[in-house]
């Protein structure tokens, strides 16, 4: 079975621009969560998707947002850049359930991340 | 809000020996889950380890082992054996198992080096 892909792996853009990151789960995956990954803040929650629904966010501004398309793929944006978005960003999808709690051999399986450096 | 710590953030072993990581955690949850994640030098996060809160017994992975002491909130890796392509990040996490909480609560993360 393939493994958790994000697009593309590397970007480099200007202050000011917005960004699409783009993450296809495993198949059958259901749940797709996102993270962001800095040297300061380390591993930060983003958000999680199932069935096309936001169920949960993290602490980020609304700059960052975020959509789950009906075969589970999913696309975060990041609108106005800042330096400080400079991060990787890592997907994880897992099979998820729908409005149940994480059952106990549920778990997050993540992609290479996307290295985004703001200029 | 929960809050994962590991107090060490760099760590060196020798090759064949034997390594043990902390972490404390703090939740006034009492059905949670607690992982030790992986993250060698390629980036890619690979998952080495899952516990239960409600299981008393320790989880086993191979060469991986955890010691649970939940009255406590303390969560060591105890890696075995330890292999040169065991040098990588370590990252302690937290997971909420009520509702549809998927999020990851993470620790600052241990680099681990194995040294030949």
């Known amino acids: 079975k393939a493994g958790v892909t994000q697009t593309p792996r590397y970007l480099i853009k200007t202050r000011g621009q917005q960004v699409t990151l783009s993450c296809s789960p495993i198949s059958g995956h259901r749940s797709v969560s996102w993270y962001q990954q800095t040297p300061g803040q380390g591993l930060q929650f983003l958000f999680e998707?199932?069935?096309?629904?936001?169920?949960n966010k993290g602490n980020f501004p609304g700059r960052f947002s975020g959509r789950q398309f009906s075969n589970s793929r999913s696309e975060m944006n990041v609108s106005t850049l800042e330096l400080g978005d400079s991060a990787l960003y890592l997907c994880a999808s897992s099979q998820g359930t729908s409005g149940g709690a994480p059952s106990s051999t549920d778990t997050q399986y993540f992609g290479p991340g996307t290295r985004l450096t703001v200029l | 809000a929960q809050t994962v710590t590991q107090s060490q953030p760099e760590m060196s072993v020798q090759e064949a020996e034997t390594v043990t990581l902390s972490c404390t955690y703090d939740t006034s949850e009492s059905n949670y889950y607690l992982f030790w994640y992986k993250q060698p030098p390629s980036r890619q996060m690979i998952l080495v380890i899952r516990q239960e809160a409600y299981k008393q017994q320790n989880a086993t992975e191979n060469r991986f082992s955890v010691n649970f002491q939940k009255a406590a909130k303390s969560f060591s890796l105890k890696i075995s054996d330890s292999q040169l392509g065991d040098t990588a990040m370590y990252f302690c996490a937290f997971s909420y198992s009520g509702g549809s909480n998927y999020k990851l609560t993470f620790g600052k993360g241990t680099l681990l080096t194995v040294n030949p």
């Open positions: 998707y199932f069935s096309e629904t936001q169920r």
